[in-house]
């Protein structure tokens, strides 16, 4: 209470005195002459542009300078080291013409001051300037829109054949991942079909075959390092977003409309920890406004080696099996008796738990 | 055919526009003017345009209050404000706000920003104010719908700021609410009767803008003075002239993509949704698509940031050419490019949504129209600057504000080339990056071209001048804090640092800039006591500013400046003046300013 008391009183005075200040200026500018006082002002504040200026371009550097260690490091995908480029490229263009425009806008401000003896330079047009400046930046912007869809095209492009396929799910507020199985398919899947209950989080259908051999996990992804990757990914409720940020990557994830990204990851988890310590994390953020707990909606990506990938996946027991254990002690509940009229054996297998945060 | 009847017209006749629209003269020429006709309800456009200015201030009090209050939560959010619980009560118990709460906070502050402030607050005085004083007319072409504008604008304020008391609180899914999440009351509480008043008080707030947008167009073609061609209009004149086009073509499609958005909410439709499983309950929709709304929103949603920047543009190349004593560099270069914007807001909007699924082929249209957009942006850049260069620069507050307008459009444009480019956006899509670049492009740059005119006009609205030692302050304070703010969330959004996050704490990728949120924080709360300061300025100068003594204080050529110090409702007494030149003959032929109503003497230069 007190600090907040304080803060008001603060602030109430600092503009009571503020506008009294104010206030006197304008009568001691009456009294000195208003002309006067006017060119005092200009003098004052042509100053302050030129010093705005120098402290700008400074505290630019100065920003950079202690900052420029909390962006992320190392891209962790080869399209991430294009993006990088891409941004590189950028940087430096939009980095030279910044630059440039602030100070001669500020240097003007300076130079042209009101003074009595100056007369204003009539000049209201030049078409062999107004050429020049719509020329370069029209050869400027080409080659960055050239450089970007090169690149836009590389990451956005077919994955390579050889690309482990995962899907991913987001739901409010969490990630769950499907593997393809043995098989190398995922099995078809309907919405109507979920049934959390009933082991089936994701609408399976279990008189597709190749569903049987799919393996569900939820927060934690495994990939291979090395390989590429290739994301399906949806969404159960409200649109997310599979933010990757260390590899660079995103692709929002909608309802009813699957949509891909793949990359290949460069470095494993463990090397990364080496790198960056032992806090360091793959992790998944949901870039796309979800509803209240969108600020926590964290999964995390395991990049390993494909011995160690192999040896994960083995540990797993595919869904269907699940599935069948929980539906068939108990008769189907609600809605969902369609879904599980196939499953009739009993496996018992525990349901894969959600990883605490 | 305007143009001679207004030559002709006794100055007691009010609206004197058009030989056959002679129901209006019955209409306005003798009304009486009580306290509600002339305070209130008022057809007069210079007391529409002080109602739509003193509406938008109070928006953006409430609206800058709320960044205020979340910013807390930002900077510091490990403890608890006791402020926080007194401002929102059972939506911050013991001082913390609740996460429903904060992103109500933050959808309510972008759309009171963006719409009640920056197109309703921005536009709606300074078309009003403006229009007919610049072209030489009376009042608008339709007082009468101007009015209504007001009044509509109005209803959806009085709308919207109830939605802020009701029992699951406003609308908070974002202030471009995509459905599935707003339109389902079982995934957000801020989806419930929040968004429903969302919707309604949008559909209030678009019919005022159609109206008004109506009438400035239709104001600016047809009720020129005599001698008043399009390319002597002064930029203010063009840029309100393509900002209401904008308008006009843009504001419908929300309005029906905000209309199914309703029916889905309510009548059991399925435009925007498909296959959803929402709180363990499976939702009958299927076939439609999430992905509509988003084309549909960002039809508008693109064209209005334009609809919010353009007004700025004109107004800051006016005052800069007034204050430089020089005439606007390349005034045909400007409109051009005001031209060119206009017509490329309309096929760039699909760059907001490059993540979400959206086939890279088109994506790659979508990303050479839009770094199109730099090559008339940059156009403008460099023509104001020439336009100082080797001028005489009177350095008042509206001066200032005008370099500093120049200054955010050069920083938060050139970091549109990051992001409009889809292979970096990739990256820095919905992170700080964005934050950063749009609060300075159209958040403080327009709010810059505002100020800037707010200074500039205030003696003509009320025959008072502002104090320019707060205007200097002001003007100091909102550059450099402005700067300080968001200057490093550019850095943050380099790092990937997603926005819309109220606490970075569970992450080991952005849980880095907890010092530097601390210190944006505290910098926010500084600005926003400067802009109080702007306001109390405004309000104290209404009664007891410095009065304006010449009819032309600052030796301007525009129109406004031959009408009394304080004009009546019809403006001039006496005849409209004839124009017989462009707006911009500063320091021509060895004279500072030459008025547009002087006619062309035979010897002057020619230009």
Request: a neutral charge; aromatic letters at 14%.
């Amino acid at each position: 209470m007190s600090s907040n008391t304080w803060i008001i009183i603060a602030l109430i005075l600092g503009f009571i005195i503020t506008f009294q200040i104010a206030k006197a200026s304008e009568y001691v500018a009456v009294l000195r002459g208003e002309e006067r006082t006017r060119r005092e002002n200009n003098r004052i504040n042509a100053f302050l542009l030129l010093a705005f200026l120098v402290l700008g371009l400074f505290g630019v550097w100065y920003c950079n300078d202690i900052l420029k260690g909390r962006i992320l490091g190392e891209a962790a995908s080869d399209h991430g080291e294009r993006i990088d480029t891409m941004l590189y490229i950028t940087l430096a263009i939009t980095g030279i013409v910044f630059v440039i425009t602030q100070a001669l806008l500020f240097w003007f401000g300076y130079k042209y001051q009101e003074k009595e003896n100056r007369k204003a330079f009539y000049f209201p047009h030049n078409n062999k300037l107004e050429l020049i400046w719509t020329v370069i930046p029209a050869i400027t912007l080409t080659i960055l829109v050239g450089f970007g869809l090169y690149y836009w095209f590389q990451i956005t492009g077919e994955a390579p054949k050889n690309a482990q396929i995962v899907e991913v799910t987001g739901k409010q507020f969490g990630w769950e991942f499907r593997y393809p199985g043995r098989d190398g398919k995922l099995g078809k899947k309907y919405y109507k079909n979920i049934d959390e209950a009933n082991s089936n989080p994701l609408g399976q259908i279990w008189e597709d075959k190749d569903n049987h051999d799919d393996i569900y996990v939820s927060q934690e992804m495994h990939i291979v390092v090395g390989k590429p990757v290739k994301l399906i990914i949806g969404a159960k409720d409200v649109i997310h977003d599979v933010g990757l940020v260390h590899f660079r990557m995103k692709m929002d994830a909608v309802p009813g409309i699957p949509t891909t990204m793949w990359f290949t990851p460069k470095f494993t988890t463990k090397e990364m920890k080496e790198k960056y310590g032992p806090d360091f994390n793959y992790e998944i953020s949901c870039d796309q406004m979800c509803g209240s707990g969108h600020w926590s909606m964290r999964g995390t990506v395991v990049v390993e080696t494909q011995e160690e990938y192999d040896r994960w996946l083995a540990g797993k027991t595919p869904q269907y099996a699940a599935a069948k254990a929980a539906v068939a002690p108990a008769p189907p509940t609600g809605t969902m008796a369609n879904a599980t009229d196939t499953v009739n054996t009993s496996v018992s297998n525990g349901q894969p738990k959600e990883f605490a945060k | 055919m305007n143009q001679e009847s207004n030559n002709t017209v006794r100055p007691e006749v009010h609206v004197t526009h058009d030989g056959h629209h002679v129901e209006h003269d019955h209409g306005h020429g003798h009304h009486k003017e009580t306290f509600i006709t002339k305070y209130i309800f008022s057809q007069d456009h210079k007391t529409i345009a002080k109602q739509f200015l003193i509406s938008g201030m109070i928006w953006a009090v409430v609206g800058g209050l709320m960044s205020v209050l979340f910013r807390l939560q930002l900077g510091y959010p490990d403890q608890s404000f006791e402020i926080l619980e007194t401002f929102f009560g059972r939506w911050a118990e013991g001082g913390q706000i609740k996460p429903e709460f904060y992103y109500a906070l933050i959808t309510m502050h972008g759309t009171i920003l963006v719409f009640f402030v920056l197109t309703g607050g921005l536009s709606g005085t300074f078309a009003n104010l403006l229009i007919p004083l610049q072209v030489g007319a009376r009042d608008m072409a339709s007082p009468l719908m101007n009015m209504l504008s007001y009044w509509f604008f109005f209803i959806a304020s009085v709308i919207m700021m109830s939605s802020l008391f009701v029992q699951t609180g406003p609308a908070s899914g974002g202030w471009t609410s995509y459905p599935p999440l707003s339109a389902l009351g079982q995934a957000s509480e801020g989806s419930k009767v929040g968004m429903d008043l969302w919707l309604l008080s949008m559909a209030m707030f678009i019919v005022s803008s159609l109206l008004g947008g109506l009438n400035y167009i239709a104001t600016i073609l047809n009720m020129r003075t005599k001698g008043m061609s399009m390319t002597r209009m002064p930029l203010t004149m063009w840029a309100l002239f393509f900002t209401a086009i904008l308008g006009v073509l843009s504001f419908p499609v929300l309005l029906s993509g905000a209309i199914l958005l309703l029916f889905d909410r309510n009548l059991g439709t399925s435009f925007y949704l498909s296959d959803i499983y929402v709180k363990g309950q499976i939702m009958p929709n299927e076939g439609g698509s999430a992905i509509l709304y988003q084309h549909l929103f960002w039809f508008l949603g693109h064209p209005e940031v334009y609809i919010i920047i353009l007004p700025a543009m004109g107004l800051v190349s006016e005052v800069m050419s007034v204050n430089a004593r020089k005439p606007i560099f390349g005034y045909m270069a400007m409109v051009g490019s005001l031209f060119a914007i206009a017509i490329l807001a309309f096929l760039v909007w699909a760059h907001h949504m490059f993540v979400s699924g959206m086939s890279p082929f088109l994506g790659s249209f979508f990303v050479l129209l839009t770094l199109l957009i730099a090559i008339p942006s940059a156009i403008k850049v460099f023509n104001w600057i020439t336009t100082i260069w080797r001028g005489n620069l009177r350095l008042n507050p509206q001066m200032l504000f005008a370099i500093g307008f120049v200054s955010m459009f050069i920083s938060g444009g050139l970091t549109g080339i990051f992001l409009g480019n889809s292979t970096i956006d990739i990256h820095i899509h919905d992170t700080y990056f964005v934050i950063a670049h749009f609060h300075i492009v159209m958040g403080v740059a327009a709010f810059f071209g505002m100020f800037c005119g707010v200074y500039h006009w205030f003696p003509k609205m009320y025959g008072r001048y502002m104090n320019s030692t707060l205007g200097y302050i002001h003007f100091w304070g909102t550059l450099i804090g402005a700067y300080l703010i968001f200057w490093p969330m550019h850095y943050m959004g380099l790092a990937g640092v997603p926005r819309r996050y109220m606490d970075f704490r569970g992450w080991t990728s952005f849980n880095q800039f907890g010092e530097l949120n601390k210190f944006i924080s505290i910098v926010t709360i500084v600005v926003f006591a400067v802009q109080l300061l702007f306001i109390f300025n405004f309000f104290y100068s209404i009664w007891k500013g410095r009065k304006v003594r010449s009819m032309n204080p600052y030796g301007a050529n525009t129109l406004e400046w031959t009408t009394p110090i304080r004009p009546g409702h019809g403006n001039w007494v006496g005849e409209i003046p004839e124009v017989h030149r462009w707006a911009y003959d500063y320091s021509k032929d060895g004279r500072e300013f030459i008025p547009q109503t002087e006619p062309v003497s035979p010897n002057e230069t020619k230009h």
